[in-house]
């Protein structure tokens, strides 16, 4: 298993709340992603970052945003959330040596009130 | 831009049989595709890849994929199927953004069931 780690794994919430989805990795990696799944199965790329810094939108729109100030840490933030971001939540890494292969935290399930 | 397609939602297959999960995929330039397994309540986990090389692509717990640059297609095999196996699989290819990175751009999943 990859060492990458996702906290909180499920969270319920009332609308409005702000909330940040937390992702570390202990590898060393420069690239960092979230993805958002649907219950129907599709994973959906939102953020990727390809290093301290750097920080690019992803192909599906969404609301959240994200920084990387430290090469091991990539969190997700949601300023006001709605039940329309109700949705399982993945973050992935990969070293740049091993041309895109991706490793996978455990997901946060996300559930909006 | 870059894609794939899984066309099946779900296979069925009964343990001990071979089982194949179908990918095909749209890119231009030389594809790097891969394989990832997810179980319940879990992350994906990676199993294989292709970028160059053998088209038979061997990887994690006895999984397999041939590459076929004619048809287009990577599809996963395992000569005999376990129940074990029962997830979903998703197929992915890398794709450069306009920012100039890549990233994966994964295909819709396909739930594997393997029956006692």
């Known amino acids: 298993e990859a060492d990458i780690y996702q906290t909180p794994r499920y969270l319920v919430i009332g609308t409005g709340k702000k909330i940040t989805l937390e992702c570390s990795q202990t590898?060393?990696?420069?690239?960092m992603y979230w993805y958002q799944q649907d219950p129907g199965m599709e994973l959906h790329l939102i953020h990727y970052?390809?290093?301290?810094?750097?920080?690019e939108k992803g192909d599906l729109s969404s609301e959240s945003t994200v920084s990387r100030i430290r090469t091991e840490h990539f969190p997700l933030t949601l300023e006001s959330a709605r039940p329309s971001h109700t949705s399982q939540y993945l973050c992935a890494s990969s070293p740049h040596i091993e041309r895109e292969t991706q490793y996978f935290g455990p997901g946060t399930r996300l559930l909006v009130l | 831009a870059q894609s794939v397609a899984q066309p099946e939602d779900q296979v069925n297959v009964a343990e001990g049989n071979p089982l194949t999960v179908k990918c095909t995929y749209s890119?231009?330039?030389?594809?790097?595709l891969f394989w990832y397994v997810q179980y319940p309540n879990r992350g994906l986990q990676f199993l294989l890849k292709?970028?160059?090389?053998?088209?038979l692509v061997k990887g994690s717990y006895g999984f397999e994929a041939e590459f076929n640059k004619s048809q287009t297609s990577f599809h996963l095999k395992k000569p005999s199927a376990l129940v074990s196996d029962s997830a979903l699989y998703f197929c992915?290819?890398?794709?450069?953004?306009?920012?100039?990175?890549?990233?994966?751009?994964f295909g819709k999943g396909t739930m594997l069931l393997v029956s006692p």
């Open positions: 292709y970028i160059t090389g053998d088209n």
């Open positions: 970052s390809y290093g301290v810094n750097s920080t």
């Open positions: 992915a290819v890398r794709e450069r953004k306009n920012s100039g990175y890549s990233t994966l751009t």
């Open positions: 590898m060393g990696h420069d690239k």
């Open positions: 890119v231009s330039g030389n594809p790097y």
